[in-house]
């Protein structure tokens, strides 16, 4: 499946952890990126930590989730004291992109990344004006081999950015594999 190395197109992999769901109301706290050719071979990871205000970290971590959860709060909120602001992180990641795939279409990837892309719409817009507006959700796949083949891929639910990415390119991966 290997394709040349001049690539005019990549995918820029990305997994958010948020406070919660709602664009309007939560904030982004942790974020990891990985960009890959065609073949999902990664060639460049992107990891960073957006401070939220304790107050809405408070107000919006709260619920079954969470409660089901607990490693993973407890990490995310340890965590926010080391975090940089929303737009120094948002710069951060526009360089990595920028670096990486230089003047390269780049197309949005992950599980049901339609939710990341609101929060990616409203705390980085510059970012989000760089991406193509076609994107490659996984769960597409997921869907479809769920509730058509009855066929289930396992990955692990960490809740932590850059494991979830990773999760989600072998998942791609295996999906690939099936069919071929």
């Avoid at 982004?28 to 460049?44: C, G, M, N, Q, S």
């Avoid at 990871?45 to 970290?57: L, N, P, Q, R």
């Avoid at 599980?111 to 929060?119: E, L, V």
């Amino acid at each position: 499946m290997a394709r040349k190395k001049d690539e005019k197109s990549m995918l820029l992999w990305i997994d958010l952890e948020m406070t919660g769901l709602s664009p309007e109301e939560d904030r982004i706290l942790e974020v990891a990126a990985i960009i890959t050719d065609w073949d999902l071979e990664e060639k460049a990871t992107y990891t960073g930590i957006v401070k939220v205000d304790e107050k809405i970290i408070k107000s919006r971590m709260v619920g079954e989730f969470w409660e089901e959860n607990r490693e993973s709060y407890e990490a995310l909120v340890a965590q926010n004291k080391d975090g940089k602001a929303a737009a120094t992180i948002e710069k951060e990641l526009l360089k990595f992109v920028d670096k990486h795939c230089k003047k390269a279409t780049v197309y949005l990837a992950g599980n049901s990344i339609h939710q990341d892309q609101k929060f990616i719409e409203r705390e980085w817009p510059k970012l989000n004006k760089r991406l193509h507006y076609r994107q490659l959700d996984v769960s597409a796949w997921k869907i479809y081999f769920e509730n058509a083949l009855g066929k289930k891929f396992l990955k692990p639910e960490n809740h932590r950015a850059l494991d979830d990415i990773r999760g989600s390119i072998e998942e791609l991966k295996w999906y690939l594999k099936t069919i071929s």
